[in-house]
C-alpha cells in the first residue's frame, strides 16, 4: 500500500516561511499528479497546489504567488514552500497523489501549520 508522510508543519509568525514535505513509498513519478490539501478548522478540505508528472502545476487563487509546489522523483518528496504566510493560512496541510490510470488516490496523516498575528 502506498503511504505518504507529511512533515515540516510548526507555529510561524505572520510575515514567515515553512516549507513542508511529503515523502513517498511509491515512485512518485509512476503517479499522474502529487497535490497539497488543507483543512481549517470548520472548513471543508480544498486543493492548494498541484504538480502533475509533466511537470505542470496549479495554485488555488488564495495561495497563488506565496507558495510554490516541487517535487524531488529522486527522492520521491513533494515539497510546498510557503512564503508571506497569513493567519488565514492556519490549517492541516494534507498531501495527496493521484493516480488515473488506475483510479487510486492516496493521502497522508496531515501536518498542522499555525500562523500567529
Known amino acids: 500500500q502506498v503511504q505518504l508522510v507529511e512533515s515540516g508543519g510548526g507555529l510561524v509568525q505572520a510575515g514567515g516561511s515553512l516549507r513542508l514535505s511529503c515523502a513517498a513509498s511509491i515512485n512518485i513519478y509512476s503517479v499522474n499528479t502529487m497535490r497539497w490539501h488543507r483543512q481549517a478548522p470548520g472548513k471543508q478540505r480544498h486543493m492548494v497546489a498541484t504538480?502533475?508528472?509533466?511537470?505542470?502545476?496549479n495554485y488555488a487563487d488564495s495561495v497563488k504567488g506565496r507558495f510554490t509546489i516541487s517535487r524531488d522523483n529522486a527522492k520521491n518528496t513533494v515539497y510546498l514552500q510557503m512564503n508571506s504566510l497569513k493567519p488565514e493560512d492556519t490549517a492541516v496541510y494534507y498531501c495527496?497523489?493521484?493516480?488515473?490510470?488506475?483510479?487510486?488516490?492516496?493521502w497522508g496523516q496531515g501536518t498542522q501549520v499555525t500562523v500567529s498575528s
Open positions: 495527496n497523489a493521484q493516480d488515473f490510470v488506475n483510479a487510486r488516490e492516496y
Open positions: 504538480i502533475t508528472n509533466g511537470g505542470r502545476t
